[in-house]
């Protein structure tokens, strides 16, 4: 028979790593760009040829990455949260 110590314990483990992944589900998002990367985008922005993509606020997630080489393909993910990773991933 289980404790209700234990079951309380198992109870708020579980609880715990729900919570987690919820908050990484809605507010998780791709790691950084790279410098290089910000700055073709900063001069595709100042040319006129690209909007300018409004950061939110998004917890990085290592080794989630935008593998596009543009730049603007990048800009756009990284104000995506893994949420919103359904436009790209969900064909």
């Not at 910000?38 to 300018?52: D, I």
């Amino acid at each position: 028979m289980v404790s209700k110590r234990t079951f309380r314990r198992v109870a708020i483990g579980i609880g715990v790593v729900v919570a987690i992944v919820a908050v990484l589900y809605f507010f998780g998002g791709m790691w950084p760009m790279s410098p290089s990367m910000k700055a073709v985008y900063a001069a595709e922005v100042a040319a006129g040829r690209q909007p300018v993509w409004k950061s939110r606020f998004s917890i990085p997630i290592p080794g989630c990455v935008c593998h596009s080489k543009d730049a603007a393909v990048q800009m756009m993910h990284s104000t995506a949260h893994i949420s919103d990773c359904r436009w790209c991933h969900a064909r």
